[in-house]
């Protein structure tokens, strides 16, 4: 036999060898996996596989799972990403997560776990995203056995009981790229603690216990991209402390007292790419302190002071995409401001004072546009 023939007998002999080792050899799960694949596909969840064909990834988000179906996910190894959704998780459901020692992204959300429930998740080096919307059993005595995950990135608490004390837990995590506390009662003195944060790359937040005093915390988080700060007690005079966060891309000031004066603060902010000024009393002619924004592609002035005279601003953005206006007083002036705009291609002006002329003017100047109205 030649040396060629011998060393093609020996690929072929290895790559044999390798294929009796290979998940993929298996044409079905094991009994585990089977029952799992069969609950999820009951439920109406998401099933995701890995290249060998291992279960990598459930999703039942909105599908209301019970203790039970925690118990048999337990067993799959082999999963680096779940959620679940439902009141019928409990503590005991924890147990069994915390068998999942590949879990890179965890959302329980709407569950009834409690503090000591969540503390079971301690061992999950690998976590780096939690979310915990809605999960109530969840307050400030809960915070410190999350905030000793080693490699936390990204952690959403919204609607859970957590205060200004759960922060101090939180702002021991270096890692820590984004947080998400819409809904929960966090103060200005919450906020000295978020500032300690200064790894954060996105902040959300949603309480009128944070006034203008609070934000003078966050002018080092000079990392944030995005930042949320719906409903807060804040004025004109509070987005002063928000000019040196040149990084950010997306700000949201929903349900906040800023008008078009404040708006000036805002100008150096060049690297904006969406705007929420959403039941503000900004919308008229401070918009001319954004009118130089190049990258500013996504606006919303519903419910605001938007007017006209702002149109006319608005007008003057290179590559703005969608914008809504709907419950303002815009008129067809403002519209043929719009109509302007080519980069254009949604636009909301519901319950304004444009009439149906107007509407049909706009909708004609802008064909690849969707306009939504009355």
């Given amino acids: 036999m030649t040396c060629s023939k011998l060393l093609l007998l020996s690929i072929s002999l290895v790559f044999s060898l390798l294929a009796c080792w290979s998940p993929l050899s298996a044409a079905t799960d094991d009994p585990a996996s089977e029952a799992?694949?069969?609950?999820?596909?009951?439920?109406?969840?998401?099933?995701?596989?890995?290249?060998?064909?291992?279960?990598?990834?459930?999703?039942?988000?909105t599908r209301p799972t019970q203790d039970a179906d925690l118990e048999a996910i337990g067993k799959i190894s082999s999963l680096e990403t779940l959620s679940v959704w439902g009141a019928g998780i409990s503590d005991a459901s924890m147990d069994h997560i915390a068998k999942l020692q590949n879990l890179t992204t965890l959302n329980l959300l709407n569950?009834?776990?409690?503090?000591?429930?969540?503390?079971?998740?301690?061992?999950?080096?690998?976590?780096?995203?939690?979310?915990?919307h809605r999960s109530t059993g969840l307050t400030d005595d809960g915070i410190a056995p999350i905030a000793a995950l080693p490699n936390l990135k990204y952690?959403?608490?919204?609607?859970?009981?957590?205060?200004?004390?759960?922060?101090?837990?939180?702002?021991?995590?270096?890692?820590?790229?984004?947080?998400?506390?819409?809904?929960?009662?966090?103060?200005?003195?919450?906020?000295a603690q978020v500032a300690k944060m200064k790894s954060l790359a996105a902040f959300k937040l949603r309480s009128a216990a944070v006034t203008d005093?609070?934000?003078?915390?966050?002018?080092?988080?000079?990392?944030?991209?995005g930042l949320a700060l719906e409903d807060a007690l804040v004025t004109d005079d509070g987005l002063a402390h928000l000019a040196h966060l040149t990084e950010?891309?997306?700000?949201?000031?929903?349900?906040?007292?800023?008008?078009?004066?404040?708006?000036?603060?805002?100008?150096?902010?060049?690297?904006?790419?969406?705007?929420?000024?959403?039941?503000?009393?900004?919308?008229?002619?401070?918009?001319?302190?954004?009118?130089?924004?190049?990258?500013?592609?996504?606006?919303?002035?519903?419910?605001s002071g938007a007017n006209d005279e702002g149109m006319e601003q608005l007008a003057k953005l290179?590559?703005?995409?969608?914008?809504?206006?709907?419950?303002?007083?815009?008129?067809?002036?403002?519209?043929?401001?719009?109509?302007?705009?080519?980069?254009?291609?949604?636009l909301n002006v519901e319950s304004t004072q444009a009439t149906p002329n107007g509407i049909a003017a706009i909708k004609a100047a802008l064909?690849?546009?969707?306009?939504?109205?009355n």
């Fill in 111 to 132: 569950t009834q776990a409690t503090d000591a429930g969540i503390a079971k998740l301690k061992s999950l080096s690998k976590l780096a995203s939690l979310d915990l």
């Fill in 318 to 346: 290179p590559a703005l995409q969608s914008l809504n206006i709907w419950s303002t007083t815009v008129t067809d002036q403002g519209l043929a401001a719009l109509a302007k705009i080519k980069t254009l291609r949604y």
């Fill in 155 to 191: 952690l959403k608490l919204i609607f859970t009981r957590i205060t200004d004390r759960g922060l101090e837990h939180l702002a021991k995590c270096k890692k820590l790229r984004l947080l998400d506390i819409r809904g929960c009662h966090v103060t200005d003195e919450g906020l």
């Fill in 248 to 303: 950010l891309d997306d700000l949201n000031l929903m349900r906040t007292a800023v008008s078009d004066e404040g708006l000036s603060h805002l100008a150096g902010l060049t690297k904006l790419k969406q705007l929420n000024l959403r039941s503000t009393y900004a919308g008229g002619a401070g918009l001319a302190h954004l009118s130089h924004m190049d990258q500013l592609a996504k606006v919303d002035l519903s419910e």
């Fill in 36 to 61: 799992v694949v069969a609950r999820v596909n009951e439920l109406g969840g998401a099933i995701k596989r890995n290249d060998q064909g291992l279960i990598v990834a459930i999703d039942l988000d």
């Fill in 213 to 225: 005093e609070g934000l003078v915390h966050l002018t080092g988080l000079t990392k944030l991209k």
């Fill in 367 to 373: 064909p690849e546009a969707k306009i939504d109205h």
